[in-house]
């Protein structure tokens, strides 16, 4: 088939690097021409490890565009991977969704053949159905699912191993009102042999919410659980191990330290938030998991004023990152970190294997150094991202205290706290 991507954030270039190793023909469609042309030429645009030989490898069937119409008249099938960030209050920022969704309206008007456009950005339950497709229907005066179709797709990628997540998905969710779109999706993604769960559209929105808001719960849950198992001196790796036996259960994302960032589950749960308030029903579990995330990264703090004064007194960060294997820093628990250094008046020396360009813009006054060793040399070092080369490093005689559970730190730091363990 040919398809336009429309956004070409992790989401977009993903999809569309991983639809043209299945054999179909991408025209990546954005604003940015930078990142066009690292497209073009088989150059990822976002630090995504794999996605480079993918898009490499699959030149010949990738082109790019800044014009929406002419790649929606060009192909079959338009997938909107555009960016729905949080307005100040939480709430969800529709306006590119609703910006691509005119234009695209505008190119149905003219294009002809049946076209299928699917919603991959996360949006809100009734979003594709009360925002997307009225918008297209005006602007093209063709009827939604009979002239041309409307579906939604969530994704469920995780950065920094997105390309896996692509190719091996526990289940796609496909969201269809028609006959033929759910025909169109079917086609897509039966080669990639996951099972394929396909309901309505609103109900396929809603699954993706409930997944971002159950894996944060799961998260802050371990971190509740963690900060009473350090409370009482039990290390909650080891309960969290016994208890993700249970197969109702499952160990995954029991990871107790200092919270979840990125791009999606702060965003997406208060998004949730925000709507279920307006909907008039009140979120007390997730207003929790987001007051305990919140709450999670000065524990560190309290850990280091255990050991030393912390005014005046160089304190090194290892890892700025959101994530491993991501530059992206978006809600990174360095964030509220490094402020809390600063209200308490001590030097941050930091270092990230390759998010310190991306992190430099929210704080341009911290010492950054290309170095893990020269972290290593300050007063203290606190992890914050848990990069596998961490765990290469001497902590002998260091003052360490872990928020990512880094075991040779752990049994080599000269003294050593962990936040939940
Ligand atoms: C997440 C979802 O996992 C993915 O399904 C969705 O499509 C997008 O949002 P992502 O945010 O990229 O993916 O990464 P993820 O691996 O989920 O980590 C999110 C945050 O949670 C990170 O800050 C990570 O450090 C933290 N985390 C994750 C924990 O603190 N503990 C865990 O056990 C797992």
Redesign the pocket.
Known sequence: MKISIIGTGYVGAVTGACLAELGHDIVFVGRDTKKLVLIQSGKSPIYEPGLDALLEKNIPRITTTVDLPDAVRKTSLTFICVGTPSNPDGSIDLDQVRAVSHTIGKSLASADGHHTIIVKSTVLPGTSETLVVPIMERESGKRAFVDFGVASN?????????VA?FFHSDRVVIGTNDARSRAVLDALYTPLGAPIYATTIRTSEMI?YT??AF??T??SF??EIGNLCKAMGIDSYEVFRGVGLDARISP??????????????PK?VRALIAYARMLGVEPQILDAVMDTNEDQPTKMIDLLKRHMDIAGKTIGILGLA??PD?D?VR???AIPLIRALNTERARVIAYDPVAINNFKRLFPDVTYTDSAQDVLGADAVLIV??WKEFDDLDYHGKLVIDG?RMERARKEAGVYEGVCW
């Open positions: 969530p994704e469920f990628l995780k950065e920094g191993t997105a997540d993706k997944s971002n894996l944060a799961k998260i371990a971190n995954h994302f029991f990871r107790a330290g200092i919270g979840f960032g990125g791009s999606c589950f997406d959101f994530k991501s992206d809600e990174s628990r991202t848990e990512r």
